[in-house]
């Protein structure tokens, strides 16, 4: 996959501007909570618009039912992949794919389905003390991946760190998005687990999502075009 460009915006304008600077580029992005919540599905057309692809990046977490009704209306949005959290277990997962079948128009292809194991900001002590999970960070996000795997999911969200040993619990093509990437001398900002794109090819990703790396940058047309090289130059 291309690197994903978190779209980290807070309304439609700086997202069409940004996009702008992209006029004969054909990319991959995220849109997040934070952008969706504000702009609900008009973000989606604009992107769709200019012939992007779209990580849709809601990491659903709830009862089976309410997943699974809320799936099957984000399906109508046709983006290429959206997300649940995995720590609400395989009837949820399971009710998450059902809908988003469920709610695919007919003769298209449903949406590639992953889920969240482990944050990439969530340190081991973060998540023994906080979560009360008394297994490894690796142990954790491994099982997350298995379980999800167990309930027909396309892959999971989860750190370069443990990228090549999911595949080794799943399956090779499983899909693993690693965020937390940065290039050679950025801030980690609230990120603990982070790679460049490079390490990351190397320990297994399936694809990379950047944001600030990229749309924070004085030129991001040229920081775009540095991850790309770093990601498909291996």
């Excluded at 980290?8 to 054909?26: C, G, N």
């Excluded at 996000?141 to 999911?153: D, I, N």
């Amino acid at each position: 996959m291309k690197p994903i460009i978190a779209l980290d915006f807070p309304d439609l304008k700086r997202t069409k501007a940004f996009l702008d600077q992209f006029e004969t580029e054909s990319l991959y992005v995220k849109v997040g909570m934070e952008l969706f919540y504000q702009t609900g599905p008009a973000v989606i057309e604009a992107i769709k618009e200019k012939g992007h692809q779209l990580f849709l990046d809601l990491k659903l977490h709830d009862i089976p039912s309410t997943v699974y009704q809320a799936m099957k209306g984000l399906a109508g949005l046709e983006v290429d992949m959206v997300n649940v959290h995995a720590a609400g277990g395989r009837n949820m997962m399971t009710s998450a794919l059902e809908g988003l079948e469920a709610g695919t128009p007919a003769g298209r292809n449903r949406s590639n389905l992953i889920a969240v194991t482990q944050l990439t900001s969530v340190s081991e002590r973060d998540m023994q003390r906080d979560q009360l999970i008394p297994v490894s960070l690796e142990e954790s996000v491994l099982h997350y991946a298995r379980q999800s795997f167990e309930s027909g999911l396309d892959g999971v969200v989860c750190s370069a760190f443990e990228a090549g040993k999911v595949s080794e619990v799943t399956r090779g093509d499983f899909i693993k998005v690693t965020p937390g990437i940065r290039l050679h001398g950025d801030a980690q900002d609230d990120q603990k687990r982070v790679m460049t794109p490079e390490q990351a090819f190397l320990m297994g990703s399936t694809a990379i999502v950047v944001g600030r790396s990229i749309t924070k940058a004085n030129d991001s047309v040229a920081a775009y075009y540095k991850v790309k090289e770093a990601w498909e130059g291996n």
